[in-house]
């Protein structure tokens, strides 16, 4: 079973920055399609971005031109950078791994970490 590990979050202010990290244990990391999704107090967890097995990106449009996701193959280590923090990003970020090309959905993520919280102050 695959174990996915986050860190990196923390209490910023808006407009900084914090790197999110994402290290996966058993299986094969080159062969998942990753996600990260977030999840505010009282909403639901939703698709921030994603990145395939060849590192093809996409993103939600709340965070187009803001966040980059990218991957280390060698690492087994996810990343998300996040520029110009607004206090709307506030939320636990989860790191989440699929089979499936182009996944936004949560039911379409295997397996989960347990998040690392973001707090962006104004």
């Known amino acids: 079973q695959v174990q996915l590990v986050e860190s990196g979050g923390g209490l910023v202010q808006a407009g900084d920055s914090l790197r999110l990290s994402c290290v996966a244990s058993?299986?094969?990391?080159?062969?998942?399609?990753m996600g990260w999704f977030r999840q505010a107090p009282g909403k639901e967890r939703v698709f921030v971005a994603g990145?395939?097995?060849?590192?093809?990106?996409y993103y939600a449009d709340s965070v187009k031109g803001r966040f980059t996701i990218s991957r280390d193959n060698a690492k087994n280590t996810m990343y998300l950078q996040m520029n110009s923090l607004k206090p709307e990003d506030t939320a636990v970020y989860f790191c989440?791994?699929?089979?499936?090309?182009?996944?936004?959905?949560?039911?379409?993520?295997?397996?989960w970490g347990q998040g690392t919280q973001v707090t962006v102050s104004s």
């Open positions: 989440a791994t699929s089979g499936r090309m182009l996944a936004t959905r949560t039911y379409e993520y295997d397996y």
């Open positions: 990145i395939g097995r060849s590192s093809s990106t």
């Open positions: 058993r299986g094969t990391f080159s062969n998942f399609i």
